[in-house]
Each structure stands twice: as C-alpha cells, then as structure tokens.
C-alpha cells in the first residue's frame, strides 16, 4: 500500500498525478475502490484534499484481501442478520423530507439487491434501522437484514457499548466526567435539555473524558450510556464547549471542514447467536492533525 499526505489544499487527481498515477489509472483506481482518503473510501477522482488528508493507494494483491464497499460504504461485517459499515460524514442514516437517495440505507439497499441478482435470486431483498448516526458524523452504523434481527438489537440496544472521538471546542476543567439530563425535542427539530422531568422527556447520559488538548480544542473520548438525538452534541453544549463545526449548537468554528463526530467503538450481542460483537475503527487524521498544528498541545 502506498501512502501519501497531502500538504496543502488540492485534489485527488493532482495528488496521485504528482506521484506518477496517470489521470486514467486514478479513474480505474477509483472505480475498484482501491483509494482511500482518512480510510474512507473515495468516489470521485476530482475529490478535493485539505492538508494532513491521508490517501492510501492499494495494490491489486492487497485489494483481495479488501473489506467490500458500496458507493463509499465500507461493509466492516455481514451475515444473514446483520450488516456493520462505517459511514462516511456528510451521508444520512435514512432520507429525510428533501433526500432520498443520498443515504446509507438507500446505498445499503441497493448493495444486498446487487448481490442478490448476482446469485441469480429474484427476491426482492431489505435492510432495516437499528440505530442512526447523524448526517455529519462518521462511524460504525449497524442494520439488520431481517425485522426479527432489527427487534432483538433493539430491544438491547441500551446494553450495547457505544464510543466516540468528539473535538469539541475549548478544553473541559474537568477532565473526567458525566453529563445527565432530559432532553426534548422542539417543533423546529432543535434538541434541548432540561435538569428535570416533566413526562416527556428522555433521560440521557454521557461520559467523557479528556484524551488531547491543544488550547483552543480538546479531543474527547465519549461512552454513551443511552443513545438519544443529538445527545452528545447538546450535552457538549451545555457543558460550554460545542462539538467542533457544530453551529446548529453553538460553535462558532469549523477546523475540520466537518462535524468533529466519530463513532469509532462498537461492542452488541448478535440477535441470533448471541455472539459478543466488537469494532473498532482508527480516528479520522485530520482529528489528531489538529493537535499536532497547535504548538505546545499535550497529549
């Protein structure tokens, strides 16, 4: 595998062209899924590089041994009940009132259908939501392939083991702790907290702890104790330091060019076998290339 850095804004194209790769043979490269960039799988050979991208070239020995993808889904693990993929940021879970296509489960979709008619069956094949992640966040996302598979996950999705890499603006005093609260939902879809109850609310708990800080920002390592919308976005809020590009909460910096929202640790049961599942994934570069631009950041 060949890897490369990029050190200033620029495309895929001039990248690899700068490496030797001819414009077709990127193309080509693109096509079979053989490049990616911070380990996500590329679909475009014109796609734009911000500095610290890393982009990894495989080899045609080294594709044999490649985790499948489907229009820049990674597939981490399938089976007859469940499928795990890491979702890249800027992609829906499911469509909402103005996308219906551009989302995992309509990739998702398209990808079993495509296999199916691949072994000759006719059988009209779905996946079915288990959990979602939000449009700007990357990471394990888990369907089920059966509606059994999607009630018995869940149904113990509150036992599941659920962390995340989060920048968040600024840098936390405490560097360990919890953050517990009620959290509603507005008519304008703009989720708020509350200390107490009054009925409607769902309790919801996240734990974080400090594992880089840089001055302006702090990379946080989160277990959530309960999987609501937006849960870690508005507690990061109500602590006083926003996810990082999250305006719709309060920040008022966008250093990644993307939501500062990782979902890199999953661990369930498997609805049929009972199987502990576990995945973990590496954190996007450009997360710790934050802290390695900011003079005297610890670690």
């Not at 499948?68 to 597939?75: K, T, V």
């Not at 995992?104 to 006719?122: C, D, F, I, M, P």
């Not at 200390?195 to 702890?209: L, N, R």
């Amino acid at each position: 595998m060949i890897k490369l850095v990029a050190k200033e804004k620029t495309t895929l194209l001039l990248l690899l062209g700068a490496a030797g790769y001819s414009r077709t043979k990127v193309k080509q490269l693109v096509k079979y899924r053989a490049i990616t960039v911070n380990q996500q799988p590329v679909t475009r050979p014109e796609c734009e590089l911000l500095p610290a991208d890393v982009v990894s070239v495989r080899s045609e020995k080294e594709m044999a041994g490649v985790a499948p993808s489907y229009e820049g889904l990674e597939i981490l693990h399938e089976d007859a009940d469940v499928i795990v993929i890491n979702k890249p940021p800027g992609l829906l879970t499911i469509a909402s009132e103005t996308e219906k296509v551009k989302t995992a489960y309509y990739r998702l979709t398209a990808y079993v259908n495509k296999q199916a008619k691949e072994k000759g069956s006719t059988v009209k094949e779905r996946v079915f939501i288990v959990h979602r992640l939000d449009q700007g966040t990357s990471g394990l996302l888990v369907f089920a392939r059966n509606e059994a598979a999607k009630r018995a996950l869940q149904g113990s999705w509150n036992e599941a083991e659920k962390r995340y890499g989060v920048i968040v603006e600024g840098v936390p005093l405490d560097k360990k702790g919890r953050v517990e609260s009620y959290l509603y939902e507005s008519k304008a879809l703009r989720v708020y907290s509350r200390s107490v109850d009054d009925g409607e609310g769902k309790y919801a708990v996240t734990d974080y702890e400090v594992v880089k800080e840089g001055g302006e920002y702090a990379l946080l390592d989160i277990t959530l104790k309960s999987g609501r919308k937006n849960q870690i976005r508005v507690h990061m809020a109500d602590m006083g330091h926003p996810v990082a590009g999250d305006k719709k909460y309060g920040a008022t910096s966008d250093p990644l060019g993307r939501l500062g929202l990782h979902a890199y640790y999953l661990a369930f049961s498997h609805p049929v076998t009972g199987k502990r599942m576990e995945f973990t994934l590496a954190l996007p570069p450009r997360f710790n290339a934050l802290f390695q631009k900011k003079s005297g950041g610890k670690v």
